[in-house]
């Protein structure tokens, strides 16, 4: 965070701060950005190889279930960044209009999923690898972070 920022908002999708000078700066959140990465990575690997190995019905099961869970982690970080956007403006009363837009959003997923394994296009595997694509970069992105904040802490330490 940038010393001195005195407001905040969020511009084409990119938290910034402006200072006391009139100055903005863009905060980059490295977190996001290393999930979103390793999201789109993992489902782009589990995709490949399912088409490559497996049955159609389960291919398109990864196929539907990745989209879908990267649709609605996308849908969530929008609607996150829409919510604290009007925090940081002094809006109190339209997040909850937000949330329950998300909402909407993700039981209408859900009853795509539903009608996509009652028409038996897509098999139940591939659709929970494929709905498991978020939570497996995430997963992957805290262990990753975990593990270079201990190397970082242990060069503290043989340094001092």
Known sequence: MQPGIE?????????????AAGISY?????????IERTVFFVFFILLTFSFAFLPDGTSWGVAAGGSLSLISFINLRVTLEKVFEGFL????????????????????MFVSCFFLLKAEIVGIFGLAVGLFVVPAAMIYAGIYLYVNNLNYINNLKGNS
């Open 89 to 108: 403006h002094g809006r109190k009363r339209g997040w909850v209009y937000l949330v329950v837009l998300y909402y909407l959003k993700l039981a209408v």
């Open 26 to 34: 863009i905060l980059d959140d490295p977190l996001r950005k290393k």
């Open 7 to 19: 407001t905040f908002f969020v511009k084409s999708g990119k938290l910034t701060g402006v200072d």
